[in-house]
């Protein structure tokens, strides 16, 4: 059988898990109700239990003391007994497909922000602050100390008490145990500091707290760190000595490992490895611990790939595999395998939408999964086949939306033309893969190319569509997705010309595609501060490029999210691309063969002048609305999509209510530019009725 | 001068015969020896020619009846023969019978012609062509000498003049006639088949089969063992004298009427088998000889001519060619169609698998992947060498009951090794969703299951079978069940049919078994399962051969798809004639090239009826078409269709949210792949 040790079940403490794949704690951000875990919350494990994932770990940090805030990014609550009848629904829902389920409990210390809801005072074991949260915190006391080792057994019998299978101690990412445990910020010379064993004091009273509460048939497990990645922090050699400590007891049942540290914004990059990391990167040092430890080893970070995960677990690396983004964006992984049907299985891109969501507080989504987290909107992962009327559905465009309506549109059983002037689909998301190390984005429209030649999707690639090619193919329904072209037509003292001789600026896009060659001295203006503008200055700094990039934002890359920026920034840092910010595009002009760019200081007016070779500027996307406009006024709906229908999930009453003519819907950028996952959920919600 | 020569003919050809017939007899006798009670067997022939045989014949009514018409036309004419022109019996009653025989015969003779004009592929051409003709010099010549002693023609027309030159020729006729008829039938001519074909019915080694006056249900078809505890026999066969006499006299029934050839998938997917000749080289083995004469069609890609053998020499060769090439009898997936389509009750398998041992267990010599299975299952219980302790990895999250702690329930479910392959479980996890919606008392024997031995066995590894069919009766032999249900038609044949014979008193193994669409229907027959309506497209179900053939089971799986809403849309050739998958027989294990696929003639078959979905009940039947490369219909067990229609009541679940909800049904969620 393939997948053997994939497919073998393992013992962790008292409970059997199937197999050997694990969703790993994350926070989810879905815990909406004073952090109780709600239908939406259920709904999205029971998923992955459907889907046939072996061990759910839940609640991300979930809190076990007021003290610990979880107001502000949702997370699970396990300071009240409130929190009980929500596990079993929880716990019923997963065991009912035969997952095991179990929550990770922790005390975050400094780790959090204090500036909301009980506008709590954080404890740490030396009152220094962290900086990703820049949170400011209290040197703990003895007493409070007690207090949470006692708030710790309590979450526990909470866990225990709703059905769930086990608690995971987080002593990682920098919570309070490892606080504790940590040289660098545990400074102390009291019983709680110091030493190896007073470091060791706090976590090992609430182990040993936890297990006198809960008992031999209740799994309590511990996530570590395999090595923090600061001079002053911890070593894979004193983790080892930790996990072997600890292990000793008898107490933990299985050791989750993690690779980095988790307090610097640059560390943090490293924990939930985006798309420039290769393969499980730390796999190593979680084979570190296993070596010291009697009980099973867990590791995920960047295992994406079954046949990864087999390989793995077969060279007996670790004992089980987490499979975190993986799961999120696609919980039916597992079932694929069986099914045989590894091809259709959505891999993780690591594109890291769903963590830099959640540092921000938001709910976590998937950039290409829109059904991710809203099963209970009844947003689908597999999408059943249609009853009602076969459709001839034509979509423009091969983006990110017109890919997925397409997609969703052939599901339903209906016959679907999607037309794509390049000569292969992917829109944006193919110019954004020619960035270095973003290559692996490029796995979005992978899945999708493959699942519309399997769905039998009529590709017109390189064929722009006009009025009367929609027209001749008679269709009930035209989606455009049409998306639009950079802006650089919005201050004309730019210069921009679409005869690219002329033009003065040429486009983030323009770089990227390399229809422009990389200029030896280039100035990007970059505005909007997401991916295109660092990605061009990588891109060009990597070609050999001297490269300013100049924003009149906060910083360029401002708005990429928490655990990619770092690696942008190791990236720019080391080809000396120059950063500045507070600086507008005023005006570029040539000057014998040079360009002179004018820059306005946001905050002086001051004016300054660059001589260049190359002005690229990243202004955004402006809609192409043409094809749009000539079609609306033939439409049985004028182009309207019914925004109620649209965001409660309900079919668009164009479609039954007669009328002459065709359906007219637009999605993604040739709206108004936002981003992929905003195209793709919007393509769901709106064809999964067709 | 006629009435004098006619009984010289007769009998000098039924002397002829008479010496024919103890040559014959000869040559079967060179086989092993097999006890058969004689004189019953003998009794026995009218019944099992009338009923079994013509149950067979009748499916082909224009053979039939021309069958009913030659020869119940000869066996009367040739006695009345004998009595009016042998012994001179001047009748004219007697007479007008024969004339009436005759005619019968004649007409006979006419259809058996017109059938052979042209002769369709499957039937032999040779002597066989001459047959018609034979028969109607018989059939006319007895017709124009019995005419004077009716009474019709004046006595002494035959002796002056004319009829005298008329006589002559009459006598010529008569002797061709005669010499078919009485001289050929012992002789080895195509009229062999009566001679042989009644003893064969008399003495067959599967007595079992036919039918008696109690009526029943009359099968045979499991394997018979292999007595492996005599150190000096020889295992399996090895030369045609190695097959028992009355399996020789078997196959000197053969009509080679090519009906096995018609049916045999291996035939038609252009691998180098024909069952029919096959039969015919153990004729030709038999009596010693090339077979150059045959004059069917030859096994695909081998022409005639090149393989001769004799009765003490091998029939495989080690090196080169002798009768009958080892790939010819890897070919076969042991589907038993020839032997459902045999008129001649011929056991196909039997001798195919009797081969098949001597090469495996003697020569230890079984091509591509065979040796490796046969390994795996004598180091692992298992054909795919899986960790023996990892049979139940597939359900550790189903909490399934296990027999060594319940020792009793009322269901023993038999896993089968589908248990290590990912898509049988989907069928496994399916079918226990089923068992627990309908509240059965079940339980499995986990780790301690084996493999059947079904693919050891037809594989002709028939010591590895019985070591894990002992194996297997001595583990069952510990609980106490009330039947053996099973998804897998293979394990469900064995247990049924194959184990009886390795039990003992202490541990006996005849068992109440069933396939699971057979228990499926009975729960829902009691009403123990509700359904949603069936809203998928149209359905096809696939006959597997384990199940139909072997062991009779058409109706229960056509009946549960009803109960679920199907109608199915029959393909061409369902139920007896239902083509293999390719699957049974180890055939993808020796996997022997053709020119095309069984599995994808099958799904062939499928789309023919244009179905979106064929139904199965096999897990081997399943991974064949599966196999075939879309687009295709899909492939569903019958247990996951029962699973995705099921609606399970459940009690108001335990949560303080949802007490107040009375109890509703929803559908069956446990059902993940
Ligand atoms: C949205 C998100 C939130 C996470 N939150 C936590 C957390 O609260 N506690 C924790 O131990 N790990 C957290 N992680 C880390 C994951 O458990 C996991 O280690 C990481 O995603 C790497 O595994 P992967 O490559 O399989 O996704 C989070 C990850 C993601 C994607
Ligand atoms: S958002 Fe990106 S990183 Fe997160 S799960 Fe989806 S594809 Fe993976
Ligand atoms: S059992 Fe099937 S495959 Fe074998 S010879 Fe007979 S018809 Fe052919
Ligand atoms: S073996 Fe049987 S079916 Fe085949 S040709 Fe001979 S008589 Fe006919």
């Known amino acids: 059988m393939a997948f053997e040790a994939l497919f073998k079940p393992i013992q962790i403490g008292s409970q059997t898990i199937r197999n050997r794949v694990v969703s790993t704690a994350h926070a989810e951000v879905y815990a909406t109700d004073g952090g109780m875990t709600t239908e939406r919350y259920v709904k999205y494990y029971e998923e992955k239990a459907k889907g046939g994932c072996g061990l759910c770990i839940c609640g991300g940090s979930s809190i076990v003391s007021i003290d610990s805030p979880q107001g502000w990014w949702s997370s699970v609550n396990l300071s009240t007994d409130r929190i009980i009848p929500h596990f079993q629904n929880l716990a019923d829902a997963v065991h009912k497909h035969g997952g095991k389920i179990m929550i990770q409990i922790t005390h975050m210390g400094r780790r959090s922000r204090w500036d909301g809801h009980d506008w709590s005072t954080l404890v740490s074991p030396s009152g220094i602050r962290e900086p990703v949260h820049r949170s400011t915190c209290k040197t703990i006391e003895v007493e409070e100390i007690h207090r949470i080792i006692y708030d710790f057994t309590q979450a526990a019998r909470r866990a225990k008490e709703g059905g769930l299978d086990g608690v995971e101690l987080s002593a990682v990412h920098q919570h309070l145990i490892d606080q504790f445990w940590s040289p660098r910020v545990n400074k102390r010379t009291d019983e709680w500091g110091g030493s190896f064993e007073n470091r060791m004091r706090f976590g090992m ?95 995920a970070q960047n295992i994406k790939d079954p046949n990864q995960a087999q390989r793995i677990l077969e060279g007996g690396y670790v004992d089980l595999v987490g499979m975190t983004r993986a799961h999120i964006a696609d919980p039916h992984l597992i079932a694929k395998i069986k099914m045989g049907q590894i091809d259709q299985i959505k891999q993780c891109v690591g594109a890291n939408y769903c963590i830099d969501r959640q540092y921000q507080g938001l709910d976590v989504l998937c950039i290409q999964n829109a059904a991710t987290s809203r099963e209970y909107m009844g947003l689908p992962h597999i999408i059943e086949k ?121 486009s983030t896009w323009d770089i990227l595609e390399g229809r422009v060659a990389p200029g030896k001295n280039v100035l990007i203006f970059d505005t909007i501060c997401e991916f295109s503008g660092v990605s061009a200055a990588d891109y060009l700094a990597d070609k050999g490029s001297r490269v300013e990039i100049v924003t009149d934002d906060i910083k360029p890359g401002a708005a990429v999210g928490g655990t990619t920026f770092p690696t942008y920034y190791r990236s720019l840092y080391e080809k000396e691309v120059i950063m500045t910010s507070d ?66 999930i309900k079919p668009q009453p164009c479609l039954t209510d007669g009328g002459e003519g065709f359906a007219l819907f637009r999605l993604g950028d040739c709206t108004a530019p936002r981003n992929t996952h905003a195209a793709i959920y919007d393509a769901l919600r709106l064809c999964k009725d067709f | 001068m006629l009435d004098t020569l006619l009984p010289i003919l007769l009998f000098s050809a039924l002397a002829l015969a008479a010496i024919g017939a103890v040559r014959r007899v000869r040559l079967w006798r060179q086989g092993r020896p097999s006890s058969v009670p004689v004189i019953k067997g003998l009794m026995q022939v ?177 394997l018979k063992a292999l007595k492996l505890d005599d150190e000096s026999a020889k295992l399996g066969v090895e030369k045609p004298a190695d097959f028992t006499w009355n399996q020789l006299l078997g196959f000197d029934a053969c009509v080679q009427c090519g009906r096995c050839e018609a049916m045999c998938p291996a035939f038609a997917a252009g691998q180098p088998l024909n069952p029919k000749k096959l039969i015919q080289d153990m004729v030709v083995g038999m009596a010693g000889g090339s077979d150059a004469h045959y004059a069917g069609s030859p096994y695909p890609g081998k022409p005639v001519g090149e393989h001769k053998g004799d009765p003490h020499g091998p029939i495989v060769a080690r090196e080169g060619t002798t009768l009958v090439d080892a790939e010819t009898l890897w070919s076969c997936t042991t ?56 049979r139940l990895h597939w359900a550790a999250d189903l909490n399934l009951p296990l027999m060594s702690d319940k020792k009793e329930a009322e269901v023993l479910l038999w896993l089968g090794d589908g248990v290590f392959d990912m898509r049988n479980q989907r069928t496994l996890r399916a079918f226990i969703s089923v068992l627990r919606a309908a509240q059965v008392d079940f339980a499995v024997l986990g780790t301690e299951e084996r493999d059947s031995g079904d693919v050891a066995r037809r594989l002709g590894d028939e010591a590895t079978f019985q070591s894990l069919a002992r194996r297997n009766i001595q583990t069952l032999s510990r609980y106490r069940f009330s039947r053996i249900v099973t998804c897998d038609p293979h394990s469900f044949h064995v247990l049924k049919n194959e184990y009886g014979e390795l039990g003992t008193p202490q541990t006996p193994a005849d068992y109440h078994v069933q396939h699971h669409s057979t228990y499926i229907n009975e729960l829902v027959v009691a009403g123990r399962l509700t359904f949603k309506a069936w809203k998928g497209g149209s359905v096809t179900y696939h006959d597997p051969c384990y ?20 109608e199915v849309k029959e393909m061409a050739r369902s139920g007896y004639r239902s083509r293999c998958c390719g699957g049974g027989g180890g055939a993808p294990i020796t996997d022997i090239p053709g020119k095309q696929r069984i599995p994808d003639m099958r799904m062939e078959d499928v789309r023919e009826t244009g179905a979106d979905l064929v139904a199965v009940g096999c897990p081997q039947c399943t991974a064949m078409l599966e196999g075939v490369v879309e687009p295709r219909a899909a492939i569903k067990d019958i247990a996951e269709l029962v699973a995705d229609a099921l609606i399970i009541e459940t009690a108001a679940e335990k949560s303080p949210q949802r007490q107040e909800a009375p109890a509703t049904p929803r559908p069956a969620l446990e059902v993940t792949p």
């Open chain 1, 205 to 299: 009273e609430v182990l040993k707290a936890v297990r006198a509460e809960v008992g031999d048939d209740f799994v309590v497990g511990m996530r570590i760190t395999g090595d923090e990645f600061h001079p002053d922090g911890l070593t894979h050699e004193d983790m080892k000595q930790i996990a072997a400590y600890y292990d000793a007891t008898g107490m933990v049942d299985y050791f989750g490992v993690v690779g980095s540290g988790c307090d610097t914004h640059n560390t943090l990059a490293n924990v939930i490895p985006n798309m420039s990391f290769p393969p499980e990167p730390f796999l190593h040092l979680a084979s570190g611990i296993k070596e010291v430890v009697n009980v099973p080893v867990i590791h």
């Open chain 1, 386 to 506: 249609s009853e009602g009327p076969k459709r001839k559905v034509v979509v423009v465009g091969g983006g990110p939306a017109g890919m997925e309506a397409a997609r969703v549109c052939a599901e339903r059983g209906h016959e679907v033309t999607l037309f794509e002037a390049n000569e292969q689909i992917g829109g944006q998301i193919t110019i954004a893969s020619k960035a270095p190390q973003r290559d692996q984005i490029a796995g979005i429209t992978r899945w999708y190319q493959l699942e519309l030649n399997r769905l039998e999707v009529d590709q017109r690639l390189g064929t722009r569509a006009d009025e009367a090619t929609i027209q001749d193919l008679r269709p009930d329904v035209v989606i455009l997705a049409t998306g639009g072209q950079p802006f650089l037509t919005q201050v004309p003292e730019w210069g921009y010309d679409a005869d690219t001789d002329k033009s003065l600026v040429v």
């Open chain 1, 583 to 648: 600086l507008a595009l005023h005006k570029v002009y040539r000057e014998g063969d040079s360009l002179v760019a004018v820059l306005e200081n946001e905050y002086t007016g001051a004016l300054e002048e660059r001589v260049v070779d190359q002005v690229v500027v990243e202004n955004g996307v402006r809609p192409d609305e043409a094809l749009y406009y000539s079609l609306k006024e033939r439409s049985r709906n004028k182009g309207q999509t019914d925004i109620e229908a649209l965001y409660a």
């Open chain 2, 46 to 222: 009218p019944r099992r020619y009338l009923v079994d045989l013509h149950h067979v014949v009748e499916r082909d009514k224009y053979i039939s009846h021309t069958h009913v018409a030659t020869a119940g036309g000869f066996v009367l004419a040739a006695l009345l023969a004998i009595v009016v022109h042998g012994l001179g019996l001047d009748s004219a009653i007697l007479a007008w019978v024969l004339l009436a025989a005759t005619t019968s015969m004649f007409i006979g003779s006419l259809l058996v012609a017109k059938r052979r004009s042209p002769p369709p592929s499957r039937l032999s051409k040779g002597p066989w062509m001459r047959l018609p003709k034979s028969l109607m010099a018989f059939s006319i010549g007895m017709f124009v000498v019995t005419l004077p002693t009716a009474g019709i023609l004046p006595e002494g027309v035959f002796q002056s003049g004319v009829g005298w030159f008329a006589a002559l020729v009459l006598a010529a006729v008569i002797v061709w006639g005669l010499g078919e008829m009485f001289f050929g039938m012992t002789w080895g001519g195509p009229m062999k088949h009566a001679f042989a074909g009644a003893l064969h019915l008399a003495f067959h080694r599967r007595p079992e089969r036919f039918s008696d006056a109690t009526g029943g249900e009359h099968r045979s078809t499991g």
């Open chain 2, 335 to 390: 589907c038993r169609a020839c032997v459902e389509e045999c008129p001649m009750m011929i056991e196909h398998v039997d001798a195919i698998v009797d081969m098949r041992r001597f090469l495996t267990l003697e020569h230890g010599n079984t091509p591509n992947k065979g040796a490796e299975v046969l390994d795996n299952l004598i180091a692992t219980d298992n054909p795919g060498g899986f960790d023996p302790d990892s």
């Open chain 2, 547 to 566: 199940l139909g053939r072997y062991n009779g089971e058409y109706e229960a799986p056509r009946d549960v798809l009803r109960a679920l809403g199907i």
